[in-house]
T-cell receptor, first 114, second 108 residues
Framework: ETGVTQSPTHLIKTRGQQVTLRCSSQSGHNTVSWYQQALGQGPQFIFQYYREEENGRGNFPPRFSGLQFPNYSSELNVNALELDDSALYLC?????????????FGPGTRLTVL | AQRVTQPEKLLSVFKGAPVELKCNYSYSGSPELFWYVQYSRQRLQLLLRHISRESIKGFTADLNKGETSFHLKKPFAQEEDSAMYYCALYHSGYALNFGKGTSLLVTP
């Protein structure tokens, strides 16, 4: 069973640029959630994708957007990067159906905005 | 609004001592609460959830709706328990709300 993978591991961008982060869900999982973890903070929910559509969203502006593909992998796109976007971005996958199913987390992508 | 509070940033205990990591929540509905753990250089992983009421690695957590708490406890801490612990509230059918985390350090 392959776990959740994310790419790239690290990324450095400058303010105003755009970035795309990628996530491959765990085998058998159909739902992907994205979280932002700033230094010294807990992960904050950005949004979730299920059946290639946004299933729910946290308190993040529209410049944070995402995609889910037929193979359940996902992308997180951030436009017009700001310094405060510097954080660890975590992807988590689960299988939706019935009651809560455990979310399995990837190792994260560390984004630095200069 | 849903909120999870972990009042301690850092908790340091000696090996063999009891451990209690505090978690308080605010939520208008029926809460689903979890503890996640992140060991050094490892990814975030589920430790336990209140519904299962099981003990994992000697840790237990009881949901106290009156005090809106979900404290994590272990009677005898081990060095390998040193890690970052996050309390999380599941809501709206899709989102996990995490606390800021408590770093547990168990010294010999």
């Amino acid at each position: 069973e392959t776990g959740v993978t994310q790419s790239p591991t690290h990324l450095i961008k400058t303010r105003g640029q755009q970035v795309t982060l990628r996530c491959s869900s765990q085998s058998g999982h159909n739902t992907v959630s994205w979280y932002q973890q700033a230094l010294g903070q807990g992960p904050q929910f950005i949004f979730q994708y299920y059946r290639e559509e946004e299933n729910g969203r946290g308190n993040f502006p529209p410049r944070f957007s995402g995609l889910q593909f037929p193979n359940y992998s996902s992308e997180l796109n951030v436009n017009a990067l700001e310094l405060d976007d510097s954080a660890l971005y975590l992807c988590a996958s689960t299988r939706t159906g019935g009651s809560y199913n455990e979310q399995f987390f990837g190792p994260g992508t560390r984004l630095t905005v200069l | 609004a849903q909120r999870v509070t972990q009042p301690e940033k850092l908790l340091s205990v000696f090996k063999g001592a009891p451990v209690e990591l505090k978690c308080n929540y605010s939520y208008s509905g029926s809460p689903e609460l979890f503890w996640y753990v992140q060991y050094s250089r490892q990814r975030l992983q589920l430790l336990l959830r209140h519904i299962s009421r099981e003990s994992i690695k000697g840790f237990t957590a009881d949901l106290n709706k009156g005090e809106t708490s979900f404290h994590l406890k272990k009677p005898f801490a081990q060095e390998e328990d040193s890690a970052m612990y996050y309390c999380a509230l599941y809501h709206s059918g899709y989102a996990l709300n995490f606390g800021k985390g408590t770093s547990l350090l168990v010294t010999p």
